[in-house]
């Protein structure tokens, strides 16, 4: 009797142990680092300011973008971030004053409108970012559109093409003179 009892608390502690046993052995998913929302974050390990949920909100055909982050400096110094877009020439300069965050498109703060952004919705272009004398990191953002109530407010207009005007004609002299009125 004694032994069936040992053999039955054998059977038990290894049925708990298999199927508890995993979890002592796989990573546990409170423990992986990811964003929790649409955007992305950017950490420059060279450089002291970091981006907090990234993301751009297009128009419908991907001319214009609004991106959309908070920026923040943990540091006792001001600083500066430099955001190069792919495919536009002229980069994007934020300064961040000494503890503080920078936010674009949220708590009633506007956007940084991107002119000639070229992606649709739905894709991801490359943005390079750098602060201080870190050689800064290259990092995909997301298009998004405004098809979630929480983004419509953020779709840019597209920039208004300039009305074709009509010339005015101009008098054209010409060599014969008409003959001045008699009095």
Known sequence: MKSRLVASAAISALVLLGATGCTFISPQSTQIEYSASDGVNVSDSDGPLDVRNAFIVANEDGSVGNFVAAVVNPTTEKATLTMTVAGIDKPFTVSVPAGKTVSFGTEGEEPLRIDR??????????????????????????????SLPYYADLVPEAEAEPEESTPTPEPVPSDTAAPAPSE
Do not use: C, N, R, W
Not at 117 to 124: F, K, R, V, W
Not at 126 to 134: N, R, V, Y
């Open 117 to 146: 952004l070229d992606t649709m919705p739905g894709a991801t272009i490359e943005i390079h970012f750098q602060s201080g004398d870190g050689a800064g990191t290259k990092t995909e953002i997301p298009v998004l559109d405004g």
